[in-house]
């Protein structure tokens, strides 16, 4: 024991003073509130010049007014409208293929940003077909949207003979408010935002860290194989003291960062007097959090010591990308839907369960049979990862030679 406490010293010691690390430090935390709060502010900013867009109206109904209220509704800060509708045809009997055929033309020579058709359909009353270049900024096709829909409601009140003004005296204003409910009765009030930021701050802290540090593992074992150092250590110390010592001594540094992203994640939550996260959900955030940590610290040193390359090293960390990144693909989902079947499948695939469990903890508290089966599946996956890497380190830190084969592996753990 004592010899796994001087490699696991030695290894901390060493990393915790590089300047990777210290830069770590403050750039994953920046990192972490860049993707999350940065493409939201992108899809909500507004644009800085006026939009040209063109009109075929196939009604003939609806050109002059859709124009006018388009570039009275939606203005720039300055106050210049956001677009300028030009209308290119109206009424029925326009050649709808030879209008179009023109209207690209302009759309592609950049005089017109996009332009629309308006006309009766089938299946609902009008179709409002948007052509464009750039298809992905859905606010034009949405504002259209909602113009073309006030402009027709407003003529169907009028051949009613009721009074238009009727229509916004009629408009209701709604303030919407979630409230959380718990098995014990108690409320609290969330929301989607609050739901989303905290599994994916869990998410995101996790997804780091095993990344990292576990690419630190795999690069410590292949530096010492390559350098031959593995041969004198292991004449000081046996294998299991020498693997012990690096997945403590780097998980104390995982965990040291963690601290540190935690503190500073309360001092902005205290500042700006949010609570992210309960006590309950904290206590059970950090004991899945630390074994998915050692389970995959334990996934990461058994797979990357047979590695003799760097290249073999990064296409292996790649694949358990993979699988740390299909969580926050589910993330979405889980939220909207946490008492799906497949969701509750997949917290019992010990490799998703501490953060699909994290995902479900956040969102809606899981039953107590769910989270004691989930922690004992994970202590019992984390356990037996560790000793199926033992077997494998063992053999592998002294292999030399090409990459030995899954099955080479597989015999190992058997007979190791």
Do not use: H
């Given at each position: 024991?004592?010899?796994?406490?001087?490699?696991?010293?030695?290894?901390?010691?060493?990393?915790?003073?590089?300047?990777?690390?210290?830069?770590?430090?403050?750039?994953?935390?920046?990192?972490?509130?860049?993707?999350?709060?940065?493409?939201?502010?992108?899809?909500?900013?507004?644009?800085?010049?006026?939009?040209?867009?063109?009109?075929?109206?196939?009604?003939?109904?609806?050109a002059?007014?859709?124009?006018?209220r388009?570039?009275?509704?939606?203005?720039?800060?300055?106050?210049?409208?956001?677009?300028?509708?030009?209308?290119?045809?109206?009424?029925?009997?326009?050649?709808?293929?030879?209008?179009?055929?023109?209207?690209d033309?302009?759309?592609?020579?950049g005089?017109?940003e996009?332009?629309?058709?308006?006309?009766?359909?089938?299946?609902?009353?009008y179709?409002?077909?948007?052509?464009?270049?750039?298809?992905?900024?859905?606010?034009?096709?949405?504002?259209?949207?909602?113009?073309?829909?006030?402009?027709?409601?407003?003529?169907?009140?009028?051949?009613?003979?009721?009074?238009?003004?009727?229509?916004?005296?009629?408009?209701?204003?709604?303030?919407?408010?979630?409230?959380?409910?718990?098995?014990?009765?108690e409320?609290?009030?969330?929301?989607?935002?609050?739901?989303?930021?905290?599994?994916?701050?869990?998410?995101?802290?996790?997804?780091?860290?095993?990344?990292?540090?576990?690419?630190?593992?795999?690069?410590?074992?292949?530096?010492?194989?390559?350098?031959?150092?593995?041969?004198?250590?292991?004449?000081?110390?046996?294998?299991?003291?020498?693997?012990?010592?690096k997945?403590?001594?780097?998980?104390?540094?995982?965990?040291?960062?963690?601290?540190f992203?935690?503190?500073?994640?309360?001092?902005?939550?205290?500042?700006?007097?949010?609570?992210?996260?309960?006590?309950?959900?904290?206590?059970?955030?950090?004991?899945?959090?630390?074994?998915?940590?050692?389970?995959?610290?334990?996934?990461?040193?058994?797979?990357g010591?047979?590695?003799?390359?760097?290249?073999?090293?990064?296409?292996?960390?790649?694949?358990?990308?993979i699988?740390?990144?299909?969580?926050?693909?589910?993330?979405?989902?889980?939220?909207?839907?946490?008492?799906?079947?497949?969701?509750?499948?997949?917290?019992?695939?010990?490799?998703?369960?501490?953060?699909?469990?994290?995902?479900?903890?956040?969102?809606?508290?899981?039953?107590?049979?769910?989270?004691?089966?989930?922690?004992?599946?994970?202590?019992?996956?984390?356990?037996?990862?560790?000793?199926?890497?033992g077997?494998?380190?063992?053999?592998?830190?002294?292999?030399?030679?090409?990459?030995?084969?899954v099955?080479?592996?597989?015999?190992?753990?058997?007979?190791?």
């Amino acid at each position: 024991m004592n010899k796994t406490i001087v490699v696991a010293k030695w290894e901390y010691l060493e990393k915790v003073k590089s300047k990777a690390f210290l830069l770590g430090l403050f750039i994953t935390p920046v990192l972490m509130v860049t993707m999350g709060v940065l493409p939201t502010i992108f899809a909500t900013q507004e644009d800085r010049e006026t939009k040209v867009i063109g009109l075929i109206d196939l009604t003939g109904l609806v050109a002059a007014t859709f124009s006018e209220r388009l570039e009275k509704n939606y203005t720039l800060t300055d106050g210049v409208p956001n677009y300028v509708v030009k209308t290119l045809a109206t009424g029925k009997g326009v050649s709808l293929e030879e209008e179009v055929g023109k209207a690209d033309e302009k759309v592609l020579d950049g005089e017109l940003e996009g332009y629309s058709i308006i006309q009766t359909g089938e299946e609902s009353d009008y179709v409002l077909e948007y052509r464009s270049k750039n298809v992905g900024d859905f606010r034009i096709s949405s504002r259209m949207e909602e113009t073309l829909k006030t402009i027709m409601t407003e003529r169907k009140l009028a051949s009613l003979g009721l009074d238009l003004s009727l229509m916004k005296q009629l408009g209701v204003r709604v303030s919407v408010k979630t409230v959380k409910l718990s098995a014990s009765g108690e409320t609290e009030e969330s929301g989607f935002t609050k739901v989303f930021f905290t599994a994916y701050v869990f998410l995101m802290m996790l997804f780091f860290l095993i990344i990292t540090s576990g690419q630190l593992l795999v690069r410590s074992v292949l530096e010492e194989k390559s350098n031959r150092i593995v041969e004198i250590l292991v004449s000081s110390c046996s294998p299991t003291e020498l693997m012990a010592g690096k997945v403590l001594g780097l998980s104390g540094l995982a965990f040291t960062q963690t601290g540190f992203w935690t503190l500073i994640g309360i001092g902005i939550s205290a500042q700006l007097g949010v609570d992210l996260v309960d006590l309950e959900q904290a206590l059970l955030l950090i004991v899945y959090f630390v074994l998915g940590y050692l389970f995959y610290a334990a996934v990461f040193i058994g797979v990357g010591s047979p590695v003799t390359t760097e290249q073999e090293a990064q296409q292996i960390t790649s694949y358990l990308v993979i699988v740390l990144i299909l969580p926050i693909v589910i993330a979405l989902p889980a939220i909207q839907n946490p008492d799906a079947t497949w969701l509750k499948v997949l917290t019992y695939v010990p490799p998703l369960t501490p953060t699909v469990m994290a995902l479900r903890i956040s969102i809606l508290m899981p039953s107590v049979w769910e989270i004691i089966a989930t922690i004992v599946l994970l202590m019992f996956s984390t356990y037996a990862a560790m000793w199926a890497a033992g077997r494998v380190f063992r053999v592998a830190i002294l292999a030399t030679g090409k990459r030995p084969s899954v099955a080479e592996i597989l015999r190992w753990v058997r007979t190791g």
